[in-house]
């Protein structure tokens, strides 16, 4: 690389694999749709959306050397992400998420992510190593981290000195997954962004809103929370400041998987930018209801 990367993400890197029905979804129904393959993965999906907005990503994961692997670095590496630090030692075949979604939303969903669970925290040796930083000159630009890795790898992304200096932007994947984020509560530098029920699964109880929720996590910790609600309004708690709110625009549901993670790109380039806080939000809720809409990714 000429350049040094804008921004890290680091998690899931593999394929997406969707079938889209715009009728209701019923256990055991054989329906008509689409199905449609693209790069996935929570990290890689933000990697590829801040790579739309003009900025350099770089992706931190596990790919295989197989002929899915190879296509899929080809694919991202086309988009503008860089994937020149991706670990890849054949170890295990490459990455692969299958959903399916209704009008509703998402119906049933299945993450194959053995590569990634099987790398560990050997995907973030770039930051160890000088290629991106060491223990003695560490990162300090943003890093965007998915809860798709593994609960010893986020415990060591909570205590490694090669991330204290950077601006963390920390992505829960699932309420099943979300508990492993609580290592991360503390990162003075860390921004979390979670759904109501991710949120409800780390506070350990229904907080009746996106607000309540994201203070609930503050509560326990966080410097700073954004919690997205569906079709209700969202919320941004931060420590010391009053928490915003901003209504999510009414669409008609034709995708769903990956409206989190534009949200939290467009949030990531506006603040990259300086855009105060309400605006940041506003835009990056107009990218997660432009997502969900079907419109052309921007």
Known sequence: MNTAPDVLCIGAMLWDVIGHSPDRHRPGADVEGRIQQSPGGVACNIALALARRSLRPAMLSA????????????EAARRGVETAFLLRDGVEATDLYLAIEDGDGLVAAVAATRALQAAGARILAPLIDGRLGSSTQPWTGPVVI???LTADTLAEIATTPTLAKADLRIVAVSPSKAERLRP????PRATLYLNRAEANAIAG???PSAASAAEAITALGALRVLVTDGAAPMADALQGHDT??????KVAIRRITGAGDNFVAAHLAAELIGTERASALARASKAASDHVSGKDPT
């Not at 790919?63 to 080809?74: C, K, M, S």
């Not at 915003?244 to 625009?249: N, Q, R």
């Open 184 to 187: 991360l509560l503390s990162m």
């Open 63 to 74: 790919v295989g050397l197989d002929a899915p692997g190879q296509a899929l670095t080809a």
């Open 205 to 207: 109880r229904d907080c």
């Open 244 to 249: 915003l709110t901003c209504p999510a625009a």
């Open 146 to 148: 998915d809860g798709n």
